[in-house]
């Protein structure tokens, strides 16, 4: 853990208050943009144009960028340049590493997918009120219910 203040926008800290995060996770977000460097954006300002603005936004403050952008699809990757003047490279363990001037971005292998362990826990921590599943089920019927079940138990 870094133990250090994370800036996220208005928005997203009222979904985080939402998780009853406890006081010393609570007490290290802001909403106040200037209280660090480290901030959490989404995914879609995670790219050279943007992180470009931020510069601008922030000139005298700071002189570097450097993003973390997760993906699935980093991993396994060759390395090489993806644009002109773009360096990359990469393993399939770190990810890949794009930099155009002071601008840097990673791309860090992530999956969205969770493993039916890691959904019991998640159903077993947020206590939801209804799970409809989606996937290679019948939505409303027993292979559902099973599922369901399984997640419950």
């Known amino acids: 853990m870094l133990n250090r203040k994370i800036y996220v926008s208005t ?11 406890d006081a010393h ?3 290290l977000l802001t909403t106040d943009d200037t209280a ?3 901030h959490a954006v989404p995914l879609w300002m995670v790219s050279q144009k ?32 993806t644009k002109k003047g773009v360096k990359g490279s990469s393993s399939s363990s770190r ?15 992530y ?21 409809i599943p989606h996937v290679n089920a019948d939505c409303n019927g027993p ?3 099973a599922l369901v079940n399984l997640l419950r138990s």
């Open 11 to 21: 928005t997203k800290k009222k979904v985080l208050d939402c998780l009853n995060l």
């Open 25 to 27: 996770t609570q007490g």
């Open 36 to 38: 660090t460097n480290l």
């Open 50 to 81: 943007h992180m470009a603005n931020v510069l601008k936004h922030y000139k005298g403050r700071f002189t570097t960028v450097v993003g973390f952008q997760p993906t699935g699809w980093t991993h396994g990757r060759e390395s090489g340049t």
């Open 95 to 109: 990810g890949k590493r794009r930099q155009k001037g002071t601008l840097i971005v990673y791309s860090v292998p």
């Open 111 to 131: 999956s969205e997918h969770s493993s039916f362990t890691e959904l019991k826990a998640f159903v077993r921590w947020f206590a939801p009120i209804n799970i």
């Open 143 to 145: 292979k559902a219910a």
